[in-house]
């Protein structure tokens, strides 16, 4: 298996919009690597844009607790819980992505929409 090819691939299906099929490649190279986070990043990616949530939030844990201080992984996780209706267990999530990078327009709408949601972040 030639795995930096089928990365290659995963990413290119990944970018031309076939989500299921970059996951495909990417189980088996995640599997071979796991401590490759760029790789299990791009897997929690296409789970998400595929709407395997269950799949998603599994490999976005992984991360998180790998690095506590990826906060792109805090914020897909929490847009994860968000559409899982998890929106209490979202917000820690996303409240922390946007304060580790407050410049981040996208953190931040996303941090406002469930705080509504949750009537004001409690």
């Not at 090819?5 to 989500?19: C, I, K, L, Q, V």
């Not at 690597?33 to 799949?55: D, I, K, M, T």
């Not at 991360?63 to 201080?69: F, G, K, Y």
């Amino acid at each position: 298996m030639d795995l930096l090819a089928d990365y290659r691939r995963a990413t290119m299906f990944f970018e031309s919009g076939d989500p299921t099929g970059a996951a495909r490649l990417l189980e088996p190279i995640v599997e071979a690597e796991p401590g490759n986070s760029s790789v299990r990043q791009l897997l929690a990616r296409a789970y998400f844009q595929s709407a395997q949530l269950g799949r998603a939030e599994e490999q976005l844990r992984e991360l998180v607790e790998r690095d506590p201080s990826d906060h792109y992984a805090h914020h897909v996780l929490g847009r994860t819980l968000e559409r899982l209706n998890r929106h209490a267990d979202a917000l820690r999530h996303l409240r922390i992505a946007a304060a580790m990078h407050s410049t981040n327009d996208d953190y931040a709408t996303a941090l406002r929409r469930v705080e509504s949601r949750v009537g004001g972040g409690r």
